[in-house]
Each structure stands twice: as C-alpha cells, then as structure tokens.
C-alpha cells in the first residue's frame, strides 16, 4: 500500500518537499550539537531538561489520546468513528516517531540510549518508559496497518488483531501514566510532586490529542474526497470539551494546593510562571496566553451550537492545542526548575539552533503522518468509488 504514497498532486509534493527541506536545515543543527554539545542550547546545570523534553511530554499525550477513538469504536461498536479511527491510530504512530527523536536529540552521546537496551534497569521509570513507548508504536503500526489492508480487499480484519487492539487500550493509558511518573517521582521538585501528575496528564492528553485530531480530520476533508464523517468530528469535539475542563479542574487543584497550604516550595514555580520570581519573568507572557487560550476554547466548546460550526469548532481546537502545547510542552518542564536547590532563579529560553531540532523533528512527524494519511485516504477513496 505504501506505493500510494509515491503518487500525488502537485500541491501534494510540494508539502513533501518544504518539510523534506525543513528536515535538511535541522540536520545540520543537530550536526552542530552533535559537535558541539547541549552547550549550544539553553540548557545547564540548573535547567536540565527543556524544549526537547517538554515536545517529549506534550507528544506522548497526542499518541494516547488515540484511546479516546478506539475505547468507542471497539468496545462500543460506535460505527460514526468508523472512518476517523485510523487517522487517530496513524496520529499515534507520527507522535511517538517524535517522541522518539526528541528523546535522541536530547541526549549528549545519543549511542548511550543503547545502554537501555544492553543493561535494562527495571527499577528505572526510564526503563518502563522506553519499553511502553516501543509496545505501543509497534501495536498502532500493526492494528493500523492491518485494519487499513483488510478494509482494501473488504473484508474483516484478521481475529488475531482483536486481542492486540484491547492490549492498545490500557497501553495508552500506561504510556502517559508512566512519563508522568517521571516527574511525579522526583521528590526535589515541588512543583512536580503531585499525586494528581499522572491524572493531569492524561486530561491535556484526551483534550489536546483529539484537538489536533480534529484539525487534521478538517483538513483531510479540504483537501481530498475522503470525509471522515461530521458527526465523528462532533462526537470527537465532545470529548475534548469535557478533558479539557477536567484538564483546567486539575490544575486549579494545583493552584488551591499551593497557595492554601502556604509553602514556598510549590508556591514559587507557580508564582514564577504566573507573575514572575525575584525579577525574572521570562515565561510569563507565554503562561498568560496559555490561559486566555484555554478560556477562549473552552467558552467556544461548551455550548453545543458554537461547536456544531465548524469554523469555529476548528478555531477553538486550534486555541486549544496552542494552550496545551503551552503549558504542557514548555511551562510545565521548565517551571519545575524554578528555583533551584539553591533558592535561586536561573532562567532558560531555547537558542536558535535547539529550536531548528525541535522544528525539524516536528517535520519528520508530519512527514510520516502525511505518507500515512495519504496511504490511508486512497485506500478510503478507492472503498467510496466501489461503493458508489
């Protein structure tokens, strides 16, 4: 099927070659770093993880908000998801490709990711994470892939696919689990150290995930002769309505936690964040748009006749996912620094060179998710066109 990839229209391959491009120029940064070091990025002694981290953190929420879409349409035979299920699963596989690759450029000597594999440490949550971002890329290639061929020669998927597409569901749910684990367990960070990490996490995924999902559904439909159906879009927008107010519910657990209790240590990364800390303030203009962001989605999906125009359905996935990318894919990582074990404030921002990285990895994954989709959408028009 991969062959329906190589044809295409103009505008088609025009896409493929600005990324193509995009991924060209971000090559050459990371030669950069790789010569050089993570010097030449923001990052330091006090700042140990950043913008790599964070699009790690916010990407594997995308790669399980697939869930959302398979927990319906398998379990409760939900036939409007019927066409949009397979752009979910292929928006898994594009979101834990990057996942990956954000990890790679994350580490100094990236050949030492092997040492995962050579010397497994089971009491690591690395360990765990690593061995459930794996499992789970490999069982949304093959359900995905597998489903997709059948529905080629019409016919039903193969009985063997049933048992791994149950195994998907608490797979996803362990994915996002496990990386919040990561922060919630490390006990020198304040603002990490919640028991509500894993639940917040899961909430931005099943809201910001499907928002994309969404975006990517409305495009497919401009695009091609493929619709995905209005009513799935709908169900869908429901869903990120109700994660996303569960996602802004969580974190004013967080804020009444802190500011109640009264104890510096999970009062200053907020305070940090939100108004600034001993004079530094650099994350608090983008932490603001975060919030008016979430305000305006939310004031748009939660009256059902706003959210049945279309237009405004997508403007609101679109304020939505900014929000969260905000929040989840830089706020969140960096305000956990802040202060220091030293009760001081050391401030990180992205260089240029570590913003091309993270720019060329997104272009990767929009690659693959185009190659996917393209795939997955002539199969699609090719089942129409015997229909009609």
Known sequence: MLEKALTGSKRYWTWIGVLLAIIGVAVVAYLYQFKYGLGITGMGRDVSWGLYIGQFTFLVGVAASAVMLVIPYYLHDFKKFGKIVILGEFLAVSAVIMCVLFIFVDMGQPMRIMNVVLYPTPNSVMFWDSVVLVGYLALNIIIGWTTLGADRKGVKPPDWVKPLIYLSIPWAISIHTVTAFLYAGIPGRHFWLTAVMAARFLASAFSGGPALLIILALIVRKVSKFDPGKEAIQAVGKIV????????????????????????????PFKYLYVGLEGHGKLVPLMWTSSIFAVISLSLLVFPTLRKNENILAFACVSLFVSLWIDKGFGLVVGGFVPNMFETVTEYWPTLPESIITIGVWAIGFLVLTVLYKVAIAVREEDAAVDH
């Open 241 to 268: 309505t109700y994660a996303m107010f569960a996602n802004v519910f969580l974190l004013g657990l967080e804020f009444f936690t802190a500011f109640y209790s009264n104890i510096p240590g999970h009062m200053h």
